[in-house]
């Protein structure tokens, strides 16, 4: 019943959640001459680069993929959806103390913030992941209808990586240490979730760690869809799922237990 509270609050917030998201993109781009076209060239870019460095210029090659851009799509299915993570997961660590003017003088539901993250992150990344799509097309290497696999799996995603950032971010109003840590950690986490290299290049052990891992079943997700254009293994997912809703209840937990001095500590 008190989770059912919370989010009619947020709902009734719906147009300050809104205005915060707006005011956010609108900020990035305030004095550009191109303004929010660099939202499209930025990812565009990035992609372009991908595409031409690792399919044309080093050849790389994925072992039983026929086409010249697997790698490319595979580097690209990681690294996009990676980089999805590590934005929701660094800009909630740290969205209580970005924020602490605004929690002391405006009464609004502070849950907002954490939503105001996954949704700024969610907008920047619909915008790459729709131009990565659409190369899919072009080239002739959308996958068909199990494309859309992948929007479970990014809920998903989405629900691990506001758990893991709401922990992280109450924590870290107390324990300031606790924000660059976990800065340091996510370089470590990168590497090993299998991102730019194929699992079949580590050594029998490091596969059998990436057990451990709760990224390398959904980043593996992501790459089984978009490359070899097959669903993913759902019940290796189990374990990220059960994971992503621990962290979201043990998140709650804590940000309703230590709210109140969450505001006098800032």
């Keep these: 019943m008190m989770l059912l509270a919370r989010l009619r609050n947020l709902a009734n917030y719906r147009g300050f959640i809104a205005g915060s998201v707006r005011r956010e993109f609108q900020s990035k781009y305030r004095n550009s001459i191109l303004g929010a076209a660099w939202t499209v060239l930025n990812p565009l870019a990035m992609i ?12 790389s090659r994925l072992a039983g993929a026929s086409s010249p851009y697997a790698y490319s799509i595979y580097l690209c299915a990681g690294v996009l959806t990676w980089n999805l993570f590590a934005e929701i997961t660094s800009k909630a660590q740290a969205v209580f103390i970005d924020n602490a003017g605004l929690i002391k ?29 659409a190369f899919l097309l072009l080239a002739g290497d959308f996958p068909g209808w199990v494309y859309f696999a992948v929007f479970p799996l990014l809920a998903l995603q989405v629900l691990l990586a506001i758990g893991l950032g709401m922990i992280l971010g109450v924590l870290n109003v107390f324990f300031r240490d606790v ?16 991102v730019v290299y194929p699992v079949a290049v580590l050594p029998a052990e490091a596969r059998a760690l990436l057990v451990w891992n709760p990224m390398a079943p959904l980043i593996l997700g992501y790459q089984e869809i978009l ?30 237990r230590r709210a109140g001095e969450m505001v006098d500590e800032l």
């Excluded at 372009?48 to 050849?59: D, G, N, R």
């Excluded at 913030?113 to 619909?126: H, Y």
């Excluded at 189990?238 to 804590?254: I, Y």
């Design 179 to 194: 924000g660059q840590f976990f800065n340091i950690a996510l370089q470590f986490w990168f590497w090993f979730t299998p």
């Design 105 to 133: 003088k405006i009464n609004f539901p502070r849950l907002c913030l954490p939503v105001i993250v996954v949704c700024n992150a969610g907008l920047n990344f619909a915008i790459i992941f729709a131009l990565f799509t």
């Design 48 to 59: 372009v680069v991908y595409t031409v460095i690792f399919s044309q210029v080093m050849h």
């Design 227 to 256: 490359v070899n254009g097959r669903a993913p293994a759902w019940a290796g997912l189990l374990p990220t799922a059960a994971l992503a809703v621990l962290l979201c209840l043990l998140g709650m937990q804590l940000f309703r």
